[in-house]
């Protein structure tokens, strides 16, 4: 219903986007111009207001917080305290997926392979590691950077060095873990339920900011990815697994897994996006799996507010008619045990 009462002839669609310098809420607006009138909603310190003016019947949600964790939950937050559907994770999921020890514990209390780690406060408390195997990968123990752009410690001079340049520049925990010496992939999940689909997993490179400074946080870990031809088995495992943690943090509509694989060829969940970069450069890991997939950008996020729309129980007028997507990889995969490899 509209503000006077009247009955929309069109759905209003809202995308809440980072306010600034940002192509994506424009694009989505494109994308999704066909199934209603689009609202643009900058996910500023207005947010609620905004969301209160513009009475979407569903929203898009793209606001990743540019770069701050707080800000991140602020609009999924928003969307729940005042009811309006959105398409995307709850925000329990992005707390979960933000906080990388919760993460990990909540994958590893399913039986899904993560790398162990140790969450280390300062300096002083990285004595015990004299005595562990090297090398190990650090990160800080908040964010949703994935493993594709982790720092390496070689050995424990290494460490220390890269540890007190963390903390001097914030005073945050650092999360340190084995090292994954095996390829990376990601894997992007649509839909909900028995109806989710993994689309075809891509290659990443290995840790391209390994050697860069330790404050590299770019938007888009997952970049530079690219369809490979990867053995059907080690594909189902990768797809069947990052399902799993999908499933296992209350994922919903869409998310990104990214996967490394440990010295035995296990795959390894290492982050979960709920909200992944939609950009339509040839390098990015959604992107380049819709694109395999045979899904174009505008296809793509057409999709993510579909499945949500349905999710919710609304009726789309002007939904156009879709193909189905192939499921690659059945729900219920577990080739490998519950222990990491």
Known sequence: MDHDGKRRKTMRIGVAFDDGPNDEGHLAARALAPLGDVVLIPADDAIADRLRDARPDIVLNLARGDGSSERRLHVPASLERLAIP????????????????????????????????????????????????????????????????TLVAHDFDDLESIAAELFAA??????????????????????NGAESVALPVVSVPNDPYASAPALTNPLDT?????????????????????????????????????IRLSDAGVPNVCAVDPIPPFSSDDGAAMAAAARAAG????????????????REGIRVPHAPELRRISRHTPPGVRRFGASPA
Request: charged residues 20%; aromatic residues 6%.
């Open 295 to 310: 899904l174009d950008h505008e296809e793509l996020l057409q999709r993510c507010l579909l499945v949500a729309a349905a």
């Open 170 to 191: 914030a005073d945050e925990p650092i999360l340190i873990e084995r090292f994954l010496p095996g390829e990376s992939f990601a894997c992007a999940i649509l839909g």
């Open 222 to 258: 997952a970049s530079a990815a690219r369809p490979v031809r990867i053995a059907t088995g080690l594909a189902e495992d990768i797809a069947g697994i990052a399902m799993r943690a999908f499933a296992a943090l209350h994922c919903r509509d869409v998310a990104r897994v990214d």
């Open 86 to 149: 959105f398409c995307g994770s709850g925000v329990a999921t992005h707390a979960a997926c933000l906080e990388r020890p919760r993460l990990k514990s909540a994958l590893a209390a399913r039986g899904i392979p993560t790398a162990g780690f140790s969450v280390v406060e300062s300096v002083e408390r990285l004595a015990p590691f004299r005595q562990r195997a090297f090398p190990v990968a650090i990160r800080r123990a908040r964010g949703v950077s994935s493993c594709f752009a």
